[in-house]
């Protein structure tokens, strides 16, 4: 188990960075300076090492703490602050689970910052998302799988964050505050749809940490009001 001064811990709002989508450095400069606790670099597709390292290198020239979520080895590229491993909960595709990441960490396993890496649980709730597609996410799920779902990240495999994933589409907060009734230790991040101050509200009062990225590319001024949507919102307390 992790401990409890994992960098993430205190994220409440995250900008999450594509780096196969083009961003200007006047946006890049309003994101990184927006007062967000963090930028995390990540995917579904055409994330490479080439696109990844220059997105980086924009993003160090400013002090916001940078992740990179690893989804594919080509693309693991030193120099973060912190990297997360996604590990796809509901799929049976079990390859992304536990196939990739084996794969590897057999050829990289000894060369990886261990102190500043995480897995991550993704629980992939809208069947319309990149991600389901890619990874056959069984992304309908009643609420009762929801929690066994969360049981088994949280009290059986002690994952450190598990990231309830909408991507593309607002999500039920309903569902995701009763997921955060049953997390014990793991950090619950949501993400999806939010595009505007008010889903930012109800996102921060439903799970511990909200990811905002599409909306960077749309709406700017949209984008950036969610920071202080968030900031201003309570942490949910259990
Ligand atoms: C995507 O959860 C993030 O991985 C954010 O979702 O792009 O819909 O904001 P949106």
């Known amino acids: 188990m992790e401990v409890q001064s994992a960098i993430y811990t205190g994220w409440r709002h995250v900008f999450k960075l594509d780096p196969d ?8 400069d309003a994101i990184c300076m927006s007062g ?36 594919n080895e080509e693309a ?45 649980g993704y629980l992939i709730l809208n069947e319309d998302a990149q ?21 088994m990240a949280d009290r059986l495999m002690h994952l450190p964050v598990i990231y309830m994933e909408y991507s593309g589409r607002f999500g039920d907060m309903e569902l995701v505050k009763k997921a955060l009734r049953l997390v014990t230790g793991a950090r619950l991040f949501y993400g999806g749809g939010i595009d505007d101050a008010e889903k930012a509200k ?3 009062a439903a799970a511990h940490t909200v990811i905002v990225g599409n909306v960077i590319y749309d709406d700017l001024d949209a984008a950036l009001s969610t920071v202080e949507a968030v900031r201003t919102t309570a942490t949910p307390i259990l």
């Not at 909960?89 to 536990?98: I, P, R, S």
């Not at 890619?134 to 969360?150: F, K, Y």
Request: with cysteine; glycine share 8%; aromatic share 8%.
């Open 21 to 28: 989508r083009e961003i200007s450095d006047d946006r890049l």
């Open 36 to 71: 967000t606790d963090a930028v995390i670099v990540g995917g579904s597709t055409g994330v490479t090492f080439d696109n990844t390292v220059d997105l980086m290198s924009r993003i160090r020239r400013y002090e916001v703490p940078c992740a990179l979520e690893v989804s």
């Open 76 to 120: 693991a590229v030193p120099g973060f602050d912190h990297y997360f491993i996604p590990l796809v909960l509901n799929t049976d595709k079990a390859e992304w689970l536990a196939g990739r990441q084996i794969q590897a960490l057999r050829k990289f396993g000894a060369f990886i910052p261990w102190e500043s890496t995480s897995a991550e």
């Open 131 to 151: 991600a389901a597609k890619l990874t056959g996410a069984q992304a309908g799920l009643d609420p009762e799988s929801v929690a066994a779902h969360i049981y």
């Open 202 to 204: 109800q996102a921060a």
